[in-house]
Nanobody, 115 residues
Framework: QVQFVESGGGLVQAGGSLRLSCVVS????????IGWYRQAPGKERELVAR???????NYADFVKGRFSISRDYAKNTEYLQMNSLKPEDTAVYYC?????????WGQGTQVTVSS
C-alpha cells in the first residue's frame, strides 16, 4: 500500500525556516518522481517542488532560492527545507507522486507564517 505521511509544519515568523518531512512507502519512493504541493485557503493546490527518479530537482518560481528538497534513502523520507518564509507561504503542504495521484493524498501538514 502506497502512503505519504507529512510532518514538520508549524507556526513561524516571516523570515524563519521550517523543514518538512515526508515518509514514503518503500515501493513508491524509488519508482516515482516525488512532488511537494501546497494548498492555501480558497486556492487550488499547486506544485511547489519536485524531484525526479534521476534526482533532478525543479522548483516553482515563487520558492526558487528559498526552498530545497533533499532525500534520505535509508529512511524513505523526502524533506522540504523552507527558508526565508513569507506570509504567502501559509498553506497545507502535501507530498505525493509527480504528477499527484488521487489515492495518495495524505493529511498534509499546516504551515503558518506570521507577518
Amino acid at each position: 500500500q502506497v502512503q505519504f505521511v507529512e510532518s514538520g509544519g508549524g507556526l513561524v515568523q516571516a523570515g524563519g525556516s521550517l523543514r518538512l518531512s515526508c515518509v514514503v512507502s518503500r515501493s513508491a519512493f524509488s519508482r516515482n518522481d516525488i512532488g511537494w504541493y501546497r494548498q492555501a485557503p480558497g486556492k487550488e493546490r499547486e506544485l511547489v517542488a519536485r524531484r525526479s527518479i534521476g534526482n533532478v530537482s525543479n522548483y516553482a518560481d515563487f520558492v526558487k532560492g528559498r526552498f530545497s528538497i533533499s532525500r534520505d534513502y535509508a529512511k524513505n523520507t523526502e524533506y522540504l527545507q523552507m527558508n526565508s518564509l513569507k506570509p504567502e507561504d501559509t498553506a497545507v503542504y502535501y507530498c505525493n507522486t509527480y504528477p499527484g495521484k488521487d489515492d495518495y493524498w495524505g493529511q498534509g501538514t499546516q504551515v503558518t507564517v506570521s507577518s
